[in-house]
T-cell receptor, first 117, second 115 residues
Framework: SQELEQSPQSLIVQEGKNLTINCTSS?????LYWYKQKYGEGLIFLMM?????EEKSHEKITAKLDEKKQQSSLHITASQPSHAGIYLC?????????????????FGQGTILTVHP | KAGVTQTPRYLIKTRGQQVTLSCSPI?????VSWYQQTPGQGLQFLFE???????NKGNFPGRFSGRQFSNSRSEMNVSTLELGDSALYLC??????????????FGPGTRLTVL
C-alpha cells in the first residue's frame, strides 16, 4: 500500500464550484508539501505545512494539516479552468522520530482535476 | 532568480545504451534531489546530493547513479537502459539549511524514452 494516500484520484467539477483533495499518511508528517503539475511538466510549489493545526491560504487555495500531523487537505474555492492540473502532496516521512530524510519527499499518486467552463 | 533547469528536455535511447541527465539548481541552493515519475509508480525518489556527497538513496538498482559538482550542479546517469526506464526524470533543489525540511523546487524534467 502507498505510504501517502491521496483522494480522490480524479475530480471533475464545473467552474465556480468548491472542491477538496485529501492526503493521508499512517505515519507522522514532518513536513507536508502541495504541488501542482501540468501533464509532462515539472511540479509547481503551492504550499508547505509543518505544524499540527496549521492552515495556509494563497489566492483561492487553502491547505490544512491536522493536529495529529497525519492528514492534510487542499481546498479550492470557486474553481476556475486555470486550476486544472494534477495536484500532488509530498511529505517528509521518517522511519523514526529522531531520523532524517534528507532530500527525500514521499509523494501521493496525485489527483487529476478537470474544471469545465 | 532563475529556476531549476534540466537538460536535455527530451531523449530517445535504445535498450542497452546509457544516458546522462543534467540539473542546474537555483542559485544558492546546495541540495539536489532526483525523482523518477511513471504512470504506474508515480513519483519515486532516486537520490539526493549535498556538498558533492550522496546523502540519501531510494530503492533503485545500481544502474542509476549520480554526482554533484562543486557549483552544486548535478548529473544522473543510467547505464544499460531498459524499456522500464522510460519516464519523466525530475530534479529538485533546496537550500538545505541545517536539518530542517526544506522546500524543494522542481525543474521542468527530462522525458526519457527507451526503445
Amino acid at each position: 500500500s502507498q505510504e501517502l494516500e491521496q483522494s480522490p484520484q480524479s475530480l471533475i467539477v464545473q467552474e465556480g464550484k468548491n472542491l477538496t483533495i485529501n492526503c493521508t499518511s499512517s505515519k507522522t508528517l514532518y513536513g507536508l508539501y502541495w504541488y501542482k503539475q501540468k501533464y509532462g511538466e515539472g511540479l509547481i510549489f503551492l504550499m508547505m505545512l509543518q505544524k499540527g493545526g496549521e492552515e495556509k491560504s494563497h489566492e483561492k487555495i487553502t491547505a490544512k494539516l491536522d493536529e495529529k500531523k497525519q492528514q492534510s487537505s487542499l481546498h479550492i474555492t470557486a474553481s476556475q479552468p486555470s486550476h486544472a492540473g494534477i495536484y500532488l502532496c509530498g511529505a517528509d516521512i521518517r522511519s523514526n522520530a529522531g531520523g532524517t530524510s534528507y532530500g527525500k519527499l514521499t509523494f501521493g499518486q496525485g489527483t487529476i482535476l478537470t474544471v469545465h467552463p | 532568480k532563475a529556476g531549476v533547469t534540466q537538460t536535455p528536455r527530451y531523449l530517445i535511447k535504445t535498450r542497452g545504451q546509457q544516458v546522462t541527465l543534467s540539473c542546474s539548481p537555483i542559485s544558492g541552493h546546495r541540495s539536489v534531489s532526483w525523482y523518477q515519475q511513471t504512470p504506474g509508480q508515480g513519483l519515486q525518489f532516486l537520490f539526493e546530493y549535498f556538498s558533492e556527497t550522496q546523502r540519501n538513496k531510494g530503492n533503485f538498482p545500481g544502474r542509476f547513479s549520480g554526482r554533484q559538482f562543486s557549483n552544486s550542479r548535478s548529473e544522473m546517469n543510467v547505464s544499460t537502459l531498459e524499456l522500464g526506464d522510460s519516464a519523466l526524470y525530475l530534479c529538485a533543489s533546496s537550500l538545505r539549511v541545517g536539518t530542517s525540511t526544506d522546500t524543494q523546487y522542481f525543474g521542468p524534467g527530462t522525458r526519457l524514452t527507451v526503445l
